[in-house]
């Protein structure tokens, strides 16, 4: 089945960085794209970013600049490189993918920005 494994979450200080990484398996990675999403306490969830199987990306406009997407097929792992975090980033990080017209979620990874 279709599983999704967030890891690299946790508590960091206002100007620091992260790396999250989001492991797939049960679907073709290389031809999938991938999703970075986040909810905040009270908030809906809301897109951070996308990066296409041929490597596209697409950023919410809170975090250009500041966040990166990438992912390696080979190791079916898409990563988000968060800098410069902001206490305004602080909330659970998913992924997502969309596998025969059904989106799959992992079961997040929070990040906390103290100032």
């Known amino acids: 089945q279709v599983q999704l494994v967030e890891s690299g979450g946790g508590l960091v200080q206002a100007g620091g960085s992260l790396r999250l990484s989001c492991a797939a398996s049960g679907i073709i990675f290389s031809i999938v794209a991938m999703g970075w999403y986040r909810q905040a306490p009270g908030k809906q969830r809301e897109l951070v970013a996308t990066?296409?199987?041929?490597?596209?990306?697409n950023y919410a406009d809170s975090v250009k600049g500041r966040f990166t997407i990438s992912r390696d097929n080979a190791k079916n792992t898409v990563y988000l490189q968060m800098n410069s975090l902001k206490p305004e980033d602080t909330a659970v990080y998913y992924c997502?993918?969309?596998?025969?017209?059904?989106?799959?979620w992992g079961q997040g990874t929070q990040v906390t920005v103290s100032s």
């Open positions: 997502r993918t969309n596998w025969y017209s059904r989106y799959y």
């Open positions: 990066i296409t199987s041929g490597g596209s990306t």
